[in-house]
């Protein structure tokens, strides 16, 4: 096969960041995707519709009138969000749900939750809103491992979530273990995940054998092999619960390559053609559209995009890096080879 038409993919985990920097991030995306679900863990955290507003508009304000882009505003979870904020996200077309950081978990994530039970009166808010549930899905105590953070979350957490909130929609995001694969599955349809690029082409070897590799480092951290796999299992299992994430998250080369680097891989100028390299590798080109196109809207409930995509087989390289006007950044799989290229949108 040398092309390939999908549906217009969309990208339900992204971050494109705040100030000029959108006028990197926003075409970069926009370049591919038509919706996408905008992270709000900026400083300060966008914890209200009137600032995801606010947010959107200056992410409208940096697309290129050639290009059409959807920015799906997510909104922050915090221990003072009220039901009240929860029914006004409800009824406004430009949210689509609430971001659970534990806090301390990851990038900007202080202002995030502190105790996942209280959160109890706002869970029954959003599953009578119909308004969904977007998890980071790891617990941040010293004493677990971080290897073992996203299990324990699940064990500790979303099994309780789910039992005490049947009709609430989930998304456990950036999975990163067979245990998350297991919990989705087994879980009724109103739960789903997002899986990344990274964790579908990388294990923890490639973070850390043959020195340390910055730009491969991101949260959940790369896993073992063997949950590698199962994630590659989820993505071609076909099953609809399991849909295209990237997880794009930029931070320049000072604040990567450091004594003590930022978490987050900038994938989001190569995303679709990294997806297409997994799916060509595992010989399921097939499968690409559902899981990069269909699946997401579906859960969602939102209609698929009219638009159709085409990639051709044609060897390129990832540029080493790209200069934004918050300085250079390295995008993930920089220097390396991808074998799909994006042809055409129309
Ligand atoms: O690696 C990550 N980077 N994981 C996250 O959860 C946040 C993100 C960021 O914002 O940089
Ligand atoms: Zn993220």
């Given at each position: 096969?040398?092309?390939?038409?999908?549906?217009?993919?969309?990208?339900?985990?992204?971050?494109?960041?705040?100030?000029?920097?959108?006028?990197?991030?926003?075409?970069?995306?926009?370049?591919?995707?038509?919706?996408?679900?905008?992270?709000?863990?900026?400083?300060?955290p966008?914890?209200?519709?009137?600032?995801?507003?606010?947010?959107r508009?200056?992410?409208?304000?940096?697309?290129p009138?050639?290009?059409?882009?959807?920015?799906?505003?997510?909104?922050?979870?915090?221990?003072?969000?009220?039901?009240?904020?929860?029914?006004?996200?409800?009824?406004?077309?430009?949210?689509?749900?609430?971001?659970?950081?534990?806090?301390?978990?990851?990038?900007?994530?202080?202002?995030?939750?502190k105790?996942?039970?209280?959160?109890?009166?706002?869970?029954?808010?959003?599953?009578?809103?119909?308004?969904?549930?977007?998890?980071?899905?790891?617990?941040?105590?010293?004493?677990?491992?971080?290897?073992?953070?996203?299990?324990?979350?699940?064990?500790?957490?979303?099994?309780?979530?789910?039992?005490?909130?049947?009709?609430?929609?989930?998304?456990?995001?950036?999975?990163?273990?067979?245990?998350?694969?297991?919990?989705?599955?087994?879980?009724?349809?109103?739960?789903?995940?997002?899986?990344?690029?990274?964790?579908?082409?990388?294990?923890?070897?490639?973070?850390?054998?043959?020195?340390?590799?910055?730009?491969?480092?991101?949260?959940?951290?790369?896993?073992?092999?063997?949950?590698?796999?199962?994630?590659?299992?989820?993505?071609?299992?076909?099953s609809?619960?399991?849909?295209?994430?990237?997880?794009?998250?930029?931070?320049?080369?000072a604040?990567?390559?450091?004594?003590?680097?930022?978490a987050?891989?900038?994938?989001?100028?190569?995303?679709?053609?990294?997806?297409?390299?997994?799916?060509?590798?595992?010989?399921?080109?097939?499968?690409?559209?559902?899981?990069?196109?269909?699946?997401?809207?579906?859960?969602?409930?939102?209609?698929?995009?009219?638009?159709r995509?085409?990639?051709?087989?044609?060897?390129?390289?990832?540029?080493?890096?790209?200069?934004?006007?918050?300085?250079?950044?390295?995008?993930?799989?920089?220097?390396?080879?991808?074998?799909?290229?994006?042809?055409?949108?129309?």
């Amino acid at each position: 096969m040398q092309q390939l038409t999908l549906i217009r993919p969309d990208d339900w985990h992204l971050h494109l960041r705040d100030g000029a920097l959108l006028n990197s991030t926003v075409p970069a995306s926009a370049r591919v995707f038509n919706r996408a679900v905008i992270m709000p863990n900026l400083v300060p955290p966008v914890t209200t519709v009137a600032m995801a507003l606010d947010y959107r508009q200056r992410i409208m304000s940096a697309l290129p009138p050639s290009m059409s882009f959807e920015p799906m505003m997510a909104l922050y979870l915090t221990a003072e969000t009220s039901a009240a904020e929860v029914a006004k996200a409800a009824s406004d077309p430009h949210i689509i749900g609430f971001k659970l950081y534990p806090s301390g978990a990851t990038t900007n994530s202080a202002a995030g939750v502190k105790s996942v039970e209280a959160l109890a009166p706002v869970l029954e808010a959003m599953q009578e809103h119909q308004v969904p549930l977007l998890v980071h899905g790891e617990v941040t105590d010293g004493d677990i491992d971080i290897f073992d953070r996203e299990k324990v979350f699940i064990d500790r957490h979303l099994v309780p979530i789910t039992t005490q909130f049947p009709a609430l929609s989930l998304v456990l995001e950036h999975i990163t273990t067979g245990d998350a694969v297991d919990f989705v599955s087994q879980a009724n349809d109103k739960v789903a995940a997002t899986i990344t690029p990274q964790h579908l082409l990388m294990n923890r070897n490639d973070l850390l054998v043959g020195g340390v590799r910055p730009h491969n480092y991101c949260l959940p951290i790369l896993k073992r092999r063997e949950h590698q796999q199962r994630l590659q299992q989820a993505a071609l299992s076909g099953s609809p619960k399991f849909f295209l994430g990237t997880d794009s998250a930029p931070h320049v080369k000072a604040n990567k390559e450091t004594s003590c680097g930022c978490a987050g891989c900038y994938s989001a100028p190569a995303a679709i053609e990294l997806y297409a390299e997994f799916f060509s590798q595992h010989d399921a080109l097939d499968k690409l559209e559902n899981f990069a196109s269909r699946f997401g809207a579906e859960f969602y409930g939102l209609p698929l995009n009219q638009q159709r995509l085409t990639l051709t087989r044609s060897e390129w390289a990832v540029p080493q890096s790209l200069e934004t006007a918050d300085g250079s950044i390295v995008p993930y799989y920089a220097g390396q080879s991808l074998q799909w290229q994006l042809a055409e949108l129309g």
